[in-house]
Every structure is written in structure tokens, then in C-alpha cells.
């Protein structure tokens, strides 16, 4: 049996990139927040479907918090369990939330490849200048001892607020997220090692 759910539901709307930021003359008005929010999600204007509470500038990116007339469909799996299947915005086509979920979890994974090669190259870095990479076998150390000559900026957690594991010899070393399982050692696992 599928039931329909409307809900309003509350979220901040991720910092607005500056170049939608500088549709807008100056500040970002509720206005164009509103507008520009709508167009994300596929809402036609005019509508009371999304409704700007808050907007704080800060400098060239803002955070908006909005409502969001959202409606959600139910199914119930085998076992007599609600789940969540299908997320619609405005008058869109219903969207299937596991294949929302994968695409989130894809660019998640990305981006831990590309937090992941940039302690890499930074290990490089540190093994050219001593002649050997960080000994640990935790990567708070790693960080501790990259940051700031060879890593300018801290990398702790993954896409997913897991920490990223470290273990390193003076001849190798393997970089990990666990992904979203949060397990080691498993297909969804991000890995980056030396080369040997």
C-alpha cells in the first residue's frame, strides 16, 4: 500500500555559489534567494512553496534558510516496514530516493579521491625533502606532521564525518575512507597508496 505525505520540510540550503550569489546586485535579497531556490528544485513561481526565513550574507556566499514544500511517497517492504521511496518538489515528477542517495554517495566518494590525493601529494612532498614518508598508524599524526609546510589547510573526516585512516612506514603508505558503510576493507572503501 503506498500512502502520499505531505510535508513541509526544513533544511539550510547549502552555501549559494558565487556565481549564483552574483545574479543578485550586492546582498542576496529573500527575494532572489526565493527565486533562485524555486529554480533548484523545480518549483514555478509564483507559489507559497518555498518560503525564505533567514538569509545571512557572508561576503561573496550566504546561507539561506528556507521551507520547502516537499511530498514524500511510503511503500512498505516485505517485512510490513515504512520506507521513504520516492521524494517529489513542487509539481516535478516523483524522483526515486535510492537513486538520489547513490548520486549523493557517488560525489561523496569524489571528493574523499581528491581529499585522498591531496595528502598524498603532500606525503610526496615530505618524503622528497626527508627521505622517507610519516611513520603512524594514525592520521591525526599524519596530519599533525603535513600541516602546514606541506598540507595548508586540515583534513580529518570524510564526505561521510568518518575520519580518514592513515598507516605509514618510512617506505609506504595507504590512505582510507571507509565510505558510507564505515567499514574497512569493504567494495565502498576509497584507497589511495604509495607507489611502490
Known amino acids: 500500500m503506498k500512502h502520499l505525505i505531505r510535508l513541509s520540510l526544513l533544511f539550510i540550503i547549502f552555501m549559494l555559489c558565487a556565481a549564483f550569489v552574483a545574479e543578485a546586485a550586492g546582498d542576496l535579497s529573500a527575494k532572489d534567494a526565493r527565486k533562485l531556490i524555486a529554480h533548484m528544485v523545480g518549483i514555478e513561481l509564483p507559489s507559497d512553496a518555498v518560503r525564505v526565513k533567514e538569509v545571512s550574507s557572508l561576503g561573496s556566499s550566504a546561507v539561506v534558510v528556507a521551507q520547502v514544500e516537499t511530498a514524500f511517497r511510503f511503500v512498505k517492504n516485505d517485512e510490513g516496514k515504512w520506507r521513504v521511496a520516492e521524494i517529489r518538489t513542487g509539481d ?50 599524519l596530519v599533525d606532521q ?51
Do not use: C
Not at 602546514?148 to 564526505?159: A, C, E, G, Q
Not at 595507504?174 to 574497512?184: A, H, M, N
Open 92 to 141: 516535478n515528477r516523483w524522483e526515486d530516493v535510492e537513486l538520489i542517495a547513490r548520486a549523493v554517495n557517488s560525489e561523496k566518494a569524489l571528493r574523499a579521491r581528491a581529499e585522498l590525493e591531496t595528502m598524498a601529494t603532500a606525503l610526496e612532498s615530505f618524503r622528497r625533502e626527508r627521505g622517507f614518508y610519516v611513520v603512524a598508524d594514525k592520521q591525526s599524526v
Open 146 to 196: 603535513l600541516n602546514p609546510r606541506y598540507l595548508s589547510h586540515v583534513i580529518r573526516t570524510d564526505p561521510w564525518h568518518k575520519p580518514y585512516l592513515y598507516e605509514g612506514t618510512r617506505e609506504r603508505f595507504t590512505l582510507r575512507s571507509t565510505g558510507l558503510d564505515g567499514k574497512e576493507n569493504t567494495p565502498d572503501d576509497v584507497v589511495i597508496s604509495s607507489k611502490d
